[in-house]
């Protein structure tokens, strides 16, 4: 944009000069009408203009028009000579400012951009200079100059614009572009949502410390060092609001640049990651709770990847296996339960997979010093949400070794009372028999009968 304008700027000297220079000719000849050098010196000048030019008479027809017009236009002088703007096709009739030159250039000569019409129907966007002439057969000497690359290079600039102001402000990132006195260019819709801004109207040209009051001074420190300059960033930095509220960002701050190479301002890149910390901060409670649930639980726990490689395990499964976690740790399960059939092992681990849960599997472990445990397992497997594949499992087994105890010592007295009860019952059944042998002899020898038996003994 700043080589444009200085491009532009030189030319408007430039014609601003040749203009002076032609007006001078132009009052020198009408000085000298006589002269015929003075004529020929003025017509030789017009001609060679780099520009295109009409000449006007006081009614505004055309009198006179140079080549690089007729070129520029399409037009030919038949087309031209004798009518005015309007006639000629040159400009539509409600655009035509005869009435508006006599007004203006009366007093100075004017510049203004308008558009003409092709012969073909192109519309022509030049830069019009009048000079008013006071004497002659050329009241209005129109001078135009072809502006269409630069308003090619304007619509392209403001089309950048546009689409540069469209992407930030559409961006799922917050940015701020600012000036170099730190008034706001640019302001993307995560920035306003972030910073309860409203709309991007509300703060485009305020200053940046207008628009949030409350900013600490190390950013406005910040600020000043990207002018100079620098690229500062943080990845978690807390400020206090005046509310006393904190929020937590992720941010940087860089000048850019203008076409020149100089500092035309600061960008603002800034990640509100408040919840996103108090997210953090509740899952390093749930972990180090966890963590802690894992190691002090007086249950064995064991989990494994889909290589069957442990990967954990508690205090109490060492305690259990008599291992240190660090000699357990990256063997594979069939190592550990060595003292299993591998094929048996084999099966279950297949099962825990199809079935993504075993329930209540009790496994008999033996122990350094001869004696045995009795632990009761569960286990389930872990999958990956995304593409359902086995990602591993984890286990936790109950010490059931002195429930078991008690089970076979309840077994063994209620077999034992069987054996008893069994015996009791023979003896009964014996002496129910004597019973009925003794009522048998008494009976043969005509005798009373000295027991009274029931028909049936109920146990």
Not at 378 to 388: E, L, M, N, R, Y
């Amino acid at each position: 944009m700043v080589s444009i304008f200085f491009q532009n700027t030189l030319l408007i000297a430039s014609l601003v000069i040749l203009f002076l220079t032609l007006i001078l000719l132009l009052v020198f000849m009408r000085k000298s009408r006589t002269c015929r050098v003075a004529v020929l010196a003025s017509n030789t000048l017009l001609s060679q203009l780099p520009e295109g030019y009409i000449a006007l008479d006081e009614q505004g027809r055309i009198v006179d028009v140079n080549d690089v017009y007729l070129k520029l236009s399409g037009y030919s002088k038949k087309d031209l000579l004798g009518k005015d703007l309007a006639q000629a096709g040159v400009l539509d009739k409600e655009r035509y400012v005869l009435d508006q030159l006599k007004e203006v250039v009366q007093k100075e000569p004017y510049l203004k951009e308008v558009v003409h019409h092709g012969k073909d129907g192109r519309l022509l966007p030049l830069e019009l200079s009048v000079i008013a002439l006071q004497e002659g057969e050329i009241a209005y000497l129109c001078i135009y100059r072809d502006i269409s690359k630069r308003k090619k290079a304007e619509i392209s600039l403001l089309h950048s614009h546009d689409l540069l102001r469209y992407v930030i402000e559409h961006t799922r990132s917050s940015i701020a572009v600012h000036d170099t006195s730190l008034r706001y260019i640019y302001v993307s819709q995560k920035y306003l949502d972030e910073y309860n801004l409203g709309n991007a109207e509300s703060v485009i040209g305020r200053h940046h410390y207008d628009v949030l009051p409350d900013l600490p001074q190390k950013w406005k420190d910040v600020h000043q060092r990207a002018l100079q300059g620098e690229v500062l960033s943080a990845e978690d930095d807390l400020y206090i609001r005046s509310n006393g509220k904190g929020e937590y960002t992720r941010w940087e701050c860089r000048p850019w640049y203008t076409e020149a190479g100089t500092i035309g301002g600061i960008i603002i890149y800034t990640d509100m990651i408040t919840k996103q910390k108090e997210f953090e901060q509740q899952l390093k409670q749930t972990s180090d709770y966890l963590e802690t649930l894992f190691n002090n639980t007086n249950g064995p726990i064991l989990v494994w990847n889909q290589a069957y490689e442990i990967t954990r395990a508690n205090k109490a499964f060492e305690d259990l296996m008599g291992q240190e976690g660090s000699s357990v740790v990256g063997k594979k399960v069939f190592e550990v339960f060595s003292f299993v059939d591998l094929n048996e092992q084999r099966k279950l681990l297949d099962s825990l997979v199809q079935n993504k849960t075993v329930v209540n599997d009790e496994l008999i472990i033996p122990l350094r010093d001869g004696s045995i445990k009795t632990v009761l397992w569960s286990a389930s497997s872990i999958f990956d949400p995304h593409d359902g594949s086995y990602i591993g499992s984890i286990a936790q087994g109950q010490d059931i070794t002195e429930r078991k105890c008690v089970e076979e010592e309840n077994k063994r007295q209620l077999e034992e009372l069987k054996r008893w009860y069994a015996v009791m019952l023979n003896r009964e059944e014996r002496i129910l028999e004597l019973k009925q042998e003794v009522n048998e002899q008494l009976k043969m020898q005509g005798k009373t009968l000295r027991y009274q038996i029931t028909s049936e003994v109920h146990p």
